[in-house]
């Protein structure tokens, strides 16, 4: 299948400071990318959807003045968490939709834990 | 408000045996459905996605699909303890606009499988 990396996998930063997380489509250009939260032993959580070269749309509920998205090329997407609170500490998780097999199948990046102390 | 239903479990199962994952969708216009596999503290990975009724094997993995029931399931025969995770089904959405083709997941089952 297809490879999603993410980059960094884990982070500890201070209140009031800010986090940029990487989405990167490693064999294959995706359109489409996706970003979720988890809370611990809780489901995924959509938090917004990222089109290539268009602003993204937030799911509701998701503060897109906080978590600024820009999928800038076919290949990346990138996520900040701005003036980060202890509140947004959790595993955030990109995926990218691969167009090339018209079943809209996402594959999932393998994640970023963040800790804000 | 388009939903997957999936029966959050755990679902205990001893080495060796069928376990069987269940999954419902709301919308009638879903075409294509995928189950994922995750394991605690990770990302969820792509096992095998459906979109003709009936059957689909793929190793230890069977994925079934009864569109007029709106049901799928994914049976794992011969089940190892390295098994034991949360399972995701994922129905993509027949909605328009930017939603569309987006997939819908339900909140997961957890599957422990016992030695």
């Known amino acids: 299948g297809a490879v999603v990396s993410q980059h960094p996998s884990r982070v500890i930063c201070k209140s009031g400071t800010s986090v940029k997380i990487e989405c990167r489509s490693l064999?294959?250009?995706?359109?489409?990318m996706f970003w979720y939260r988890q809370f611990p032993k809780q489901s995924l959580m959509l938090m917004a959807t990222?089109?290539?070269?268009?602003?993204?749309?937030?799911e509701q509920g998701v503060e897109k003045d906080k978590f600024l998205i820009n999928h800038a090329s076919l290949t990346l997407s990138t996520l900040t968490v701005t003036s980060a609170h202890p509140e947004d500490s959790s595993f955030y998780i990109c995926?990218?939709?691969?167009?090339?097999?018209?079943?809209?199948?996402?594959?999932f990046g393998p994640g970023t834990r963040l800790t804000v102390t | 408000q388009k939903e997957v239903e999936q029966n959050s479990g755990p679902l205990s199962v001893p080495e060796g045996a069928i376990a069987s994952l269940n999954c419902t969708y709301s919308?009638?216009?879903?075409?294509?459905f995928f189950w994922y596999r995750q394991y605690s503290g990770k990302s969820p990975e792509l096992i095998m996605f459906?979109?003709?009724?009936g059957d689909k094997e793929d190793g230890r993995f069977t994925a079934q699909l009864n569109k007029a029931s709106q049901y799928v399931s994914l049976l794992i025969r011969d089940s190892q303890p390295s098994d034991s995770a949360t399972y995701l089904c994922?129905?993509?959405?027949?909605?328009?606009?930017?939603?569309?083709?987006?997939?819908?997941f339900g909140k997961g089952t957890k599957l422990s499988v016992k030695p």
């Open positions: 995926s990218a939709r691969d167009p090339g097999t018209g079943f809209y199948e996402q594959y």
């Open positions: 064999d294959f250009q995706a359109t489409t």
């Open positions: 990222s089109n290539e070269g268009s602003k993204a749309t937030y």
């Open positions: 919308d009638r216009g879903s075409q294509s």
């Open positions: 459906i979109y003709s009724n």
């Open positions: 994922a129905g993509q959405s027949a909605g328009y606009g930017g939603s569309q083709g987006n997939l819908i």
